[in-house]
Each structure stands twice: as C-alpha cells, then as structure tokens.
C-alpha cells in the first residue's frame, strides 16, 4: 500500500468515525425523529455483545444473514447506536463502501485502523466493537475476520450480509461465527412497527400451542382458553392490516411507503439486487441466464410445483443448470424450497415446491405483472408463502425437524416433524373441509392436523383436526 492509499483509507476512516452516528439515526429514528421499535431477535443479539463485554469470550464473532430487505442495516445501526457509548472502542463500516467506491480490502482498511488506534489489536487497552455491514462486498472477507479473530480475544465482530454468506464460507469460518438469521417481519413485528403496537406474551404460547400440544383436542382447548386475549390484543387492530401484511408488509422497508404502485416498485428493485448481485456475484451463471431470472422467477409465481425439465424447455436452459439455479435462488433466500414427503427415502423423484421466502415477492409479480390462476388461488398461494415463511422461522436452528408436502392428489400443504412426530397443515383462502389432512394425517401417523385459513376456531375429534383463524396464527 502506497502513501496516498493510505491517505486515502485515513480520509475515509475519518469520515465513517465522524458521520456514523448521523448515518445510523437515518435508520433507526422515523420520519417524526422517533427511534423505531427493535425486532425480536435484538435481545438474542445483544446478551451475545453484552456478555463480550462483561468479559465472556466464548463468542466473539457474529455473522447475521438474511434475505434482502429483511432490515439488516437498520438492526446493525441499532447496536452501533446503542453501543457506542460503552467503554469500548466502536467503529460502523459499510464495507460495499470499501470495495465499490475506495476501491479497497476489509483487510486495508482493518490495517489502516489498527495504527489509528495507536497499538496492535492484540495489545488494546479496552475491547473494539467492530460493526461491518454488507460484507459480502468484500469476496475475502470471511479469511480476513479469521485471521483478526484468530490475532486478538478481544475485538468482537458484528458482520451482516447477503443469505449467501452461509454457502461461501469454510469450516474453520463456520468453526469460529455464529450464524443468525434475520427472517422478515411478523405478523406482530410489523404491528409494533407501524402503529407502536407492543407485543404480548401470546406469541410464546401460540407457538406452543401449534408445535407442542399432546393432541388436536389440546390445541382446540389451549386456544379457547387463550381466545379472549388474543380478540382483546387485535381489538384495535384494523381487519385490513392482515391483508396489506400479507402483500407486503413483511419486508420492513415498506411499511412506510403509502403508494402501493411504489412499494411493489421497490420490492421489485430488491429482487433485482439479488439476481444483479448476490446470484451474479456466485460467478455460476452467464450473462444470458441472469438475464433470464426475472422471468423463472415470475414463472414460479403461478407453479405449484417445480418441474426443471419443462423450464429448461422453456427458457432454453440445460436441465442440471436450471437445478443450479433454483439452489443458488433457495441460497439466497429468496426461494424456500418445499421437498415432497418420503423423498429421503424413495427413489421416485417427485416434484419439489418452490415458495416465495416473502408473500411480497409473489404478490409483486401478481400486482405488477399479473398471473394466470383465479382470484381465490392467488390468495391461497401468499397465505402458503406466508404460512411457510413462519414454519421456517420456528424451526430455524432446531436439530432433528423439517417441513415438507404431500405429493399425492389431494395431499396437504405442509408436514412438519419434529424428531418422530409429525404435525399437518393446510392452508386456504376460504373455509376449508378436513379431507385433505386426514389423507395426509392417515398416511403420515401425524399427532394432529391444523387447517389455517378464514375459518372460526373448531375441532374436530373425529378427525383429529383443528381449524385455526389465520390471525390467530399470524401472532405466533
């Protein structure tokens, strides 16, 4: 590194240590300069630097991904804010800065720093709170924060990035992070957002209610003691706030805008971040085929199941790099890929399903673009999406679970395990009758079965089932 690089790097340290908190407030104060709610996952976040401070090291770098649009700038900004006040040293890089507009390395940069601080990092005076957002700007960057992890026990780093961060790395990366994972909002998140609703102890016990109950009659009879809380917490709750949820309100960037044309505008913007850069950073796929993505992409939007040879038909793509494409997609959290039941452990290669990781995806290409099924289908698809983009989130990190479908005519929508058990789930933009998860139900050995749609709360014994109100589920 010459002198005028280092210079360079200097000017901009300067910069970012100067404008960082004005930078910050830009995402965490509103429009009205009120600070905006943190998301549930701050807490978790925050024992782990709170601990490092306290003196614990056993974890001292954390990597948090997500889908873009998820709110990662606006959770980093929060801790930036609301750390740099501790005895510690604190410094906020973005690092697509570093790469795009300096021309630079993370690892420049970290170099440039250490002299700034007057010592090595192995010999500060105090611990370094070090935030790096958008990391995988930096195509070294996971090589760089091991060796700076490996030098010094007393720096902790706070990097956020694109969903594939996760599938770059190595093992002795993987060995040293923990990975978190920021999901798109809830149903209460983005109550709690928009109005300033706070959340209640409900979400706790409906998530065990729906995963944990001994039987559907548990379910029936946890609900109903519930019942009277939950209308109570969705008193003032307007009856469209669930609809425009569904649409769009779980990416958090959206619920400030009040144009719809301009929210799927810029939901459709977000996709094209991913497919420009995030897929075509992975260097898997030439020019002609990125260009392509968008148009899979909205194919996908009125599929019910995947099949890669009448896509590669279609869009002129071998088959094994279509297959490549939709991994590179589920990669970066765009996709949340559905596997049908049994296919672990059958040689007949049934169809997986492919679901938008937002209902604001689809509900982009439906609004924007429009689709080919009928009014009630198009609904029932986001309310699939969204139902499974929760299933996802309760099973994030849990050993010995997983979702899949029943591939058969007239199977259900979702099975979700946990170790030997087995839980049903149907979703439906109308009423709906029980004949799809008894099917199922009976096939699988399933616990019990739940039917998530419009329907009030009901059981059924016959049928081991439970209906469930959409808005109940959305609090979980």
């Known amino acids: 590194m010459n002198s005028e690089q280092k210079n360079k790097i200097i000017g901009f340290l300067?910069?970012?240590?100067?404008?960082?908190?004005?930078?910050?407030?830009?995402?965490?104060?509103?429009?009205?300069?009120?600070?905006?709610?943190?998301?549930?996952?701050?807490?978790?976040?925050?024992?782990?630097?709170?601990?490092?401070?306290?003196?614990?090291?056993?974890?001292?770098?954390?990597?948090?991904?997500?889908?873009?649009?998820?709110?990662?700038?606006?959770?980093?900004?929060?801790?930036?804010?609301?750390?740099?006040?501790?005895d510690a040293y604190c410094i906020y890089l973005s690092v697509d800065q570093i790469v795009q507009l300096l021309g630079m390395t993370l690892r420049d940069i970290l170099s440039v720093y250490e002299e700034l601080l007057g010592d090595s990092f192995e010999k500060l005076d105090k611990p370094l709170l070090l935030f790096l957002d958008e990391v995988q700007y930096d195509e070294k960057w996971?090589?760089?924060?091991?060796?700076?992890?490996?030098?010094?026990?007393?720096?902790?780093?706070?990097?956020?990035?694109?969903?594939?961060?996760?599938?770059?790395?190595?093992?002795?990366?993987?060995?040293?992070?923990?990975?978190?994972?920021?999901?798109?909002?809830?149903f209460t998140e983005y109550l709690k957002i928009k109005n300033?609703?706070?959340?209640?102890?409900?979400?706790?016990e409906i998530k065990k209610i729906v995963f944990e109950s001994k039987n559907a009659q548990d379910v029936y009879d946890s609900f109903l003691a519930i019942e009277n809380r939950i209308n109570s917490y969705l008193l003032n709750v307007d009856k469209n706030e669930i609809e425009k949820y569904i649409r769009y309100g779980s990416l958090p960037f959206m619920i400030t805008l009040k144009n719809e044309s301009l929210v799927y505008d810029q939901i459709n913007k977000t996709l094209d971040r991913i497919i420009n850069s995030d897929v075509a950073k992975t260097g898997r796929f030439n020019s002609e085929i990125?260009?392509?993505?968008?148009?899979?992409?909205?194919?996908?939007?009125?599929?019910?199941?995947?099949?890669?040879?009448?896509?590669a038909e279609v869009f002129e793509i071998s088959r094994p790099k279509v297959m490549e494409i939709f991994e590179v997609l589920e990669g970066t959290e765009t996709l949340t890929r559905i596997f049908p039941y049994g296919s672990h452990l059958s040689q007949v290669k049934k169809p997986s399903k492919y679901l938008f990781s937002s209902p604001?995806?689809?509900?982009?290409?439906?609004?924007?673009?429009?689709?080919?099924?009928?009014?009630?289908?198009?609904?029932?698809?986001?309310?699939?999406?969204?139902?499974?983009?929760?299933?996802?989130?309760?099973?994030?990190?849990?050993?010995?679970?997983?979702?899949?479908?029943?591939?058969?005519?007239?199977?259900?929508?979702f099975i979700v395990k946990f170790g030997s058990q087995k839980i049903i789930i149907e979703v439906s933009a109308g009423s709906k009758d029980y004949k799809q998860v008894v099917q199922t139900a009976l096939k699988v050995s399933a616990k019990y079965s739940l039917i998530i749609s419009s329907n009030n709360l009901e059981y059924?014994?016959?049928?081991?089932?439970?209906?469930?109100?959409?808005?109940?589920?959305?609090?979980m």
């Open 360 to 413: 604001a995806f689809r509900s982009m290409y439906y609004n924007l673009i429009g689709n080919i099924i009928s009014k009630d289908n198009t609904k029932g698809k986001l309310l699939e999406d969204a139902v499974a983009m929760y299933i996802s989130r309760q099973l994030y990190k849990s050993p010995n679970t997983s979702i899949t479908y029943d591939s058969a005519q007239g199977g259900a929508d």
């Open 290 to 311: 990125i260009a392509k993505l968008p148009s899979i992409l909205y194919a996908v939007a009125d599929m019910d199941q995947i099949n890669y040879s009448k896509i």
């Open 14 to 86: 300067n910069d970012q240590i100067t404008q960082a908190e004005f930078r910050s407030k830009a995402y965490v104060f509103d429009e009205n300069n009120v600070r905006k709610p943190e998301r549930n996952i701050y807490k978790k976040i925050n024992k782990y630097i709170d601990n490092f401070l306290d003196g614990d090291k056993a974890v001292r770098w954390l990597t948090l991904t997500g889908l873009r649009g998820a709110g990662k700038t606006t959770l980093i900004s929060q801790f930036y804010l609301n750390k740099k006040n501790k």
């Open 142 to 186: 996971g090589i760089t924060l091991k060796s700076l992890y490996d030098r010094s026990n007393k720096i902790f780093i706070f990097a956020t990035g694109s969903a594939t961060l996760a599938m770059n790395n190595n093992p002795d990366i993987a060995r040293r992070t923990i990975y978190e994972k920021l999901f798109p909002l809830s």
């Open 460 to 475: 059924s014994e016959e049928n081991n089932a439970v209906k469930i109100p959409l808005k109940y589920f959305l609090l």
């Open 196 to 204: 300033n609703k706070k959340e209640d102890e409900l979400c706790d």
